[in-house]
């Protein structure tokens, strides 16, 4: 948290906070890591300033579900499908990886978000082959600074996968105490459990009750298509009675309308990854029919294996998609889409922050939440001139525009630069980590391993 006074001045303010609104040549105020004010001319003289001329000042990104630890074998299934991706990614290389490399998928996969204007991801974390491994995962989020909910995992490994008999893993009760006593901190605990059919209904029920006796937030993939596979998870939950508000539904591509009400009705959260469920096979990202039963959807990266790690290919996807299933079969009925820029906008971050449970803290510029603020550069070739702010972010920006991040306060990127990180020792460190992992599934080109020509 920094103690420093910070004012955030002449930036075109985009606070995704109703009842704060946007605000051309407006002011943010930072104190001790939260917000206190925002809005023209706070008068303000004492604090140190922050010129945003030519910037929208936004609240960060909040990606609701991001396997982190695949960081170092980035782009090896660029074009995979579902089942190919559980036969490679967890029923291999996940096994291949030493704690060092889960430390370094974490720290710069966070990193990596952070330089996209992530300031909070939820990390699901389902490579915790030992305790050193979760642990290793936790250093590398803590080390980049970066909000997150860490979402403890099981290993990796097909055992885990088919209606696996074996419970969460019990270590998460040395985590909680180790690392999670409070709830004050940039990181948080939540548990990243498996759906009924990945694993048996006792071992569900144990799950469930596990997460719940600790007190934290579960976070669950279901209804995504695998060949030969007939789950039915969210009918399995309600008949086992485990569904409620606590509960973050990542994908739900594949399941029936009844499962979908279910998941309304019970006041779950909703998090959606349209680009990997498109390519992979998941099925069709759910958007509409989650927000025809009320519930706003957040969205996710989930894996940088086949995915950019940025929000702005995630808001531009769900826009497309969903607005060409309102193609009719003929021109005498009007193409009429609902969904908007604005409405993509809000699930990459205020209902991100719902559906992870952190809206109190996050998702918006509004007093008393923590100063997770980004600064977006539009005085660029590709977003200028400036009309519709939301517009300009939804439509046109990308990583490059992302000039400053702070989080809590703090600047992690000033300038268009991460602070404080030697971004070529980090690449280094990844791509040492890739060919320790892929080299023993030969999975690692020839030429990755040569010493690079001087
Ligand atoms: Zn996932």
């Known amino acids: 948290m920094s103690s420093q006074r910070l004012l955030i001045r002449n930036g075109f303010v985009v606070s995704m906070d109703p009842s704060v609104g946007d605000i051309a040549r407006g002011e943010v105020l930072v104190e001790d890591g939260k917000i206190v004010d925002v809005g023209r001319d706070l008068g303000v003289s004492d604090a140190e300033q922050v010129d945003a001329t030519g910037m929208i000042v936004m609240p960060g990104f909040v990606d609701t579900h991001r396997h982190t630890w695949q960081t170092p074998v980035r782009g090896v299934l660029p074009s995979c499908t579902l089942d190919h991706y559980f036969a490679v990614m967890l029923g291999q290389v996940g096994g291949f990886y030493r704690p060092e490399d889960v430390y370094v998928g974490n720290w710069a996969g966070s990193l990596e978000a952070l330089n996209a204007g992530v300031t909070t991801l939820l990390d699901w974390s389902h490579i915790s082959n030992t305790p050193d491994h979760s642990d290793a995962a936790i250093q590398g989020l803590k080390e980049a600074g970066i909000r997150a909910v860490y979402a403890n995992g099981m290993p990796t490994g097909g055992e885990w996968w088919s209606f696996s008999e074996l419970n969460h893993p019990d270590d998460i009760r040395r985590i909680r105490d180790t690392y999670f006593s409070s709830d004050d901190g940039l990181l948080t605990l939540a548990m990243a459990a498996r759906q009924p059919g990945n694993s048996n209904f006792d071992v569900a029920k144990h799950d469930w009750a ?95 294996s086949s995915v950019p790690g940025e929000m702005f290919t995630q808001m531009r996807t769900a826009l497309a998609y969903d607005r060409i299933l309102e193609f009719t079969d003929t021109p005498d009925v009007a193409f009429a889409p609902t969904l908007t820029h604005t409405d993509v906008l809000e699930f990459a971050t205020i209902d991100g922050a719902r559906s992870i449970m952190l809206d109190h803290k996050v ?28 517009g300009t972010i939804v439509t046109f920006a990308d990583t490059s525009n992302v000039d400053t991040v702070f989080v809590a306060g703090n600047a992690v990127k000033r300038g268009g630069e991460l602070v404080g990180v030697d971004v070529k020792s980090v690449i280094r460190k990844l791509e040492e980590s890739r060919n320790h992992i892929l080299s023993q599934g030969g999975l690692l080109p020839d030429w990755c391993a040569e010493p690079a020509a001087v």
Do not use: F
């Not at 007939?230 to 509960?247: A, E, F, S, T």
């Not at 279910?262 to 509409?288: D, N, Q, R």
């Not at 998702?363 to 519709?388: E, F, H, M, R, Y």
């Open 210 to 304: 596990l997460a719940r006796e600790l007190g934290i937030p579960i976070s669950v993939h279901v209804g995504m298509r695998l060949h030969n596979l007939h789950y039915q998870p969210v009918k399995d939950m309600h008949d086992l009675d485990l569904m409620g508000p606590d509960i973050c539904y990542i994908h739900m591509t594949d399941l029936t309308d009844q499962e979908l009400d279910w998941i309304a009705e019970t006041g779950g959260k909703a998090s959606i990854a349209p680009y990997v469920e498109m390519l992979m096979g998941h099925g069709p990202p759910p958007i509409g029919k989650m927000l025809a039963r009320g519930v706003r959807p957040s969205l996710s990266i989930d894996v940088v």
């Open 363 to 390: 998702g918006s510029l509004t007093p008393g939440k923590q100063a997770d603020i980004v600064l977006l550069q539009t005085d660029a070739i590709n977003t200028a001139p400036v009309l519709d702010p939301k």
